[in-house]
């Protein structure tokens, strides 16, 4: 078939389950409950091309806010590969996101072609896998369910870590079944919040922001506490936080991926002493 056929579309939320499983093909283990989560993240946000009735590339283009987006997603599919269409359903996950800054998690063989579409290096978001290994002080003084806090404490919270608001977002986020998620709040204000996930093998935990090493460590204790003896579970940190590298090697995780969290313009002011794990590498 020709390209000048490709059709790109916006992907309805029944179809979205599609762009989850070549992500799982790809061995990138994306969450049992990822689609219903991602989609409440932007709804227009999850393109699809097809030739006929066929699907052959996806890509996700997320609004947040006024001024931001992040692109995921981007996957082709191995029989079409080197045809074009690649490049078309970028360029058109880029036209949506166009005069908003761009964030992505670039895997090591697209980061030169990120640089080329004008993206700039970050940093690294390394992630580590370890076994759960029961233990630990037990303590869960302060460490409550999020759906039990104020959301709005939640949501300022997150403002103060991601580059933009995402309400709809963390509410399907923190809510979904299977999911666990454990904010500490102490003297009337929340200093820390995490989300563990089941994903097609083991769980991610993803985020874990928190206002130091000792509440990180106090929530990353009540998050894997869910899990049961030998369970596999995966966090992605930013490497520019050295604390957050202890508290992987303090847990004798070990590295098994890496991307490269990459702009088109200003890095955002996060406190990168303070996310000690990424949400996801599909949504930011």
Same mark, same amino acid.
């Given at each position: 078939m020709s390209e000048s056929i490709l059709d790109i579309r916006t992907l309805?939320?029944?179809?979205?389950?599609?762009?989850?499983?070549?992500?799982?093909?790809?061995?990138?283990?994306?969450?049992?409950?990822?689609?219903?989560?991602?989609?409440?993240?932007?709804p227009e946000g999850f393109l699809v091309a097809s030739l006929g009735d066929e699907p052959v590339a996806v890509i996700s283009a997320v609004r947040y806010g006024e001024a931001f987006g992040f692109v995921g997603f981007y996957?082709? !599919?191995?029989?079409?590969?080197?045809? *074009?269409? =690649?490049?078309?359903?970028?360029? #058109?996950?880029?036209?949506? &996101?166009?005069g908003r800054n761009v964030g992505l998690d670039g895997v090591v063989a697209q980061q030169e072609n990120y640089?080329?579409?004008?993206?700039?290096?970050?940093?690294?978001?390394?992630?580590? !896998?370890?076994?759960?290994?029961?233990? *630990?002080? =037990?303590?869960?003084?302060?460490? #409550?369910?999020?759906?039990? &806090?104020p959301f709005?404490?939640?949501?300022?919270?997150?403002?103060?870590h991601?580059?933009?608001p995402r309400d709809d977002f963390l509410r399907a986020w923190i809510a979904q079944p299977g999911g666990v998620a454990r904010g500490l709040w102490d003297g009337g204000r929340l200093r820390g919040y995490g989300v563990i996930r089941r994903c097609r093998q083991g769980h991610k935990i993803g985020p874990l922001f928190a206002d130091d090493p000792q509440v990180a460590e106090h929530l990353f204790q009540a998050l894997?506490?869910?899990?049961?003896?030998?369970?596999?579970?995966?966090?992605?940190?930013?490497?520019?936080?050295?604390?957050?590298?202890?508290?992987?090697?303090?847990?004798?995780?070990?590295?098994?991926?890496?991307?490269?969290?990459?702009?088109?313009?200003?890095?955002?002011?996060?406190?990168?002493?303070?996310i000690f794990g990424v949400t996801s590498f599909e949504l930011g």
């Amino acid at each position: 078939m020709s390209e000048s056929i490709l059709d790109i579309r916006t992907l309805r939320r029944a179809d979205l389950d599609l762009a989850i499983e070549w992500a799982a093909r790809e061995g990138w283990n994306p969450g049992i409950r990822d689609a219903a989560c991602f989609h409440a993240a932007d709804p227009e946000g999850f393109l699809v091309a097809s030739l006929g009735d066929e699907p052959v590339a996806v890509i996700s283009a997320v609004r947040y806010g006024e001024a931001f987006g992040f692109v995921g997603f981007y996957i082709v !599919a191995p029989g079409f590969r080197g045809q *074009g269409h =690649g490049l078309r359903i970028w360029q #058109a996950a880029m036209e949506r &996101l166009a005069g908003r800054n761009v964030g992505l998690d670039g895997v090591v063989a697209q980061q030169e072609n990120y640089r080329n579409s004008g993206f700039r290096l970050a940093h690294r978001n390394i992630r580590y !896998a370890g076994r759960h290994v029961p233990g *630990g002080s =037990g303590d869960d003084s302060g460490v #409550a369910p999020l759906r039990e &806090l104020p959301f709005e404490a939640l949501a300022a919270y997150d403002r103060r870590h991601f580059p933009a608001p995402r309400d709809d977002f963390l509410r399907a986020w923190i809510a979904q079944p299977g999911g666990v998620a454990r904010g500490l709040w102490d003297g009337g204000r929340l200093r820390g919040y995490g989300v563990i996930r089941r994903c097609r093998q083991g769980h991610k935990i993803g985020p874990l922001f928190a206002d130091d090493p000792q509440v990180a460590e106090h929530l990353f204790q009540a998050l894997t506490r869910s899990l049961g003896e030998g369970e596999l579970f995966y966090l992605d940190i930013p490497e520019t936080n050295p604390d957050a590298v202890d508290l992987v090697c303090r847990h004798d995780m070990d590295v098994v991926f890496e991307t490269a969290r990459m702009y088109t313009g200003d890095f955002p002011r996060l406190p990168i002493h303070a996310i000690f794990g990424v949400t996801s590498f599909e949504l930011g």
